[in-house]
């Protein structure tokens, strides 16, 4: 079954730091997202992504957020200059969304990111 | 921002009874509803969903029941196995957002043996 993939598993990195967490989405998927979760919080949309711009970003989602699809298969999420409060679990997703409407987002493991 | 909420943290249930996870929501535009299982140091894993223009879906021993008048769904599990403990999420999005999910804050269920 085709799942969704993330690398690496854990990041460990100085604050000031910039970061890039990668995604491989199911491979026939077009919307991709980056959702986080911070310890004893809720997941939290980031960032949803589509026909390479993003469709859509929360109020986290500032400067220091980027996204890019640098080639066919990997979705990347850099944080230009890490701050100790981005350490949390940073989860990919992906769906199909076929004609414009909602559908099931298929979620990766997780990057679990920390900020020292 | 409390617009998808799971009020109980936490939920025992005895193998082989039915488990039953709750979520209210507050956002009229939500439609489109999933439940998630998650364990720990993992990713979410996609249950079940129902759109808005559904009360009811059923997989296996799963049923999810939505409630458009009280802005309520829940979670059936019958019946429950020791596998099934996990934390469980309820997420929503509306077609008019990108969709984008938004998640309540889990519920704990632990399936006794």
């Known amino acids: 079954e085709p799942e969704v993939t993330q690398t690496p598993s854990h990041q460990v990195t100085q604050m000031g730091q910039e970061v890039i967490l990668r995604c491989v989405p199911i491979?026939?998927?077009?919307?991709f997202y980056w959702y986080r979760q911070i310890l004893g919080q809720k997941v939290e949309f980031l960032v949803s992504?589509?026909?390479?711009?993003?469709?859509?970003k929360s109020e986290i989602f500032d400067d220091q957020f980027s996204v890019e699809r640098p080639d066919g298969s990997n979705f990347t999420l850099k944080i230009r200059s890490t701050k100790l409060e981005d350490s949390a679990m940073y989860f990919c997703?992906?769906?199909?969304?076929?004609?414009?409407?909602?559908?099931?987002?298929?979620f990766g493991p997780g990057t679990r990111l920390t900020v020292l | 921002d409390q617009q998808v909420k799971q009020n109980s943290p936490s939920l025992s249930v005895q193998e082989g009874r039915i488990s039953i996870l709750n979520c209210d929501y507050t956002?009229?535009?939500?439609?489109?509803f999933l439940w998630y299982k998650k364990y720990p140091a993992e990713g979410p894993t996609f249950l079940i969903s129902?759109?808005?223009?559904?009360d009811k879906n059923e997989d296996g021993r799963f049923t999810v029941f939505l409630n458009k008048s009280a802005k309520h769904l829940s979670l059936h599990i019958v019946p429950s196995q020791p596998g099934d403990s996990a934390v469980y999420f309820c997420?929503?999005?509306?077609?008019?957002?990108?969709?984008?999910?938004?998640f309540g804050g889990g519920t704990r269920l632990m399936v006794k043996p």
């Open positions: 997703a992906s769906s199909r969304r076929t004609s414009g409407r909602t559908d099931t987002q298929y």
């Open positions: 491979s026939n998927h077009l919307y």
């Open positions: 992504f589509y026909n390479n711009e993003i469709s859509e």
């Open positions: 956002n009229s535009m939500f439609d489109y």
């Open positions: 129902i759109s808005s223009i559904k």
């Open positions: 997420a929503a999005s509306a077609n008019n957002a990108g969709n984008m999910l938004t």
